[in-house]
């Protein structure tokens, strides 16, 4: 049950973050801070894509592989780029505990998966 959970809020936080990149002015704002304005669309659509991917994933195993270790992925290089520009503790830690949970999620996958 605690596991359906995780997924669900992993998912609808990468849907509402992704959707976030596109229509949110200090997003783009971010984006351009880092240096990174040109790869900005695509951190958000592979955030809508991640979090659909679990949402899928909750009836379809492989689809919630791919896209959790897909979300590890994007959030252990966006906890670098926080590293790298020096930002806070608070500012790091969505990227390092959606990395986590995410990372979670795949694992826990892998090992129990039944496809």
């Not at 990149?21 to 900005?40: A, C, I, P």
């Amino acid at each position: 049950m605690l596991y359906h959970i995780l997924i669900l809020i992993s998912a609808v936080a990468f849907l509402f973050y992704g959707v976030t990149v596109f229509t949110n002015s200090s997003m783009k704002d971010e984006f351009e801070r880092y240096g990174l304005d040109q790869f900005r669309k695509l951190v958000g659509l592979l955030q809508v894509l991640g979090g659909s991917g679990l949402m899928v994933g909750l009836a379809w195993q492989p689809a919630l592989i791919a896209a959790s270790g897909g979300l590890t992925l994007l959030m252990m290089i966006g906890f670098g780029v926080r590293i790298k520009m020096k930002d806070g503790f608070w500012e790091s830690m969505p990227s390092f505990i959606f990395m986590l949970l995410n990372g979670y999620i795949c694992i826990i996958t892998i090992v129990n998966c039944d496809y």
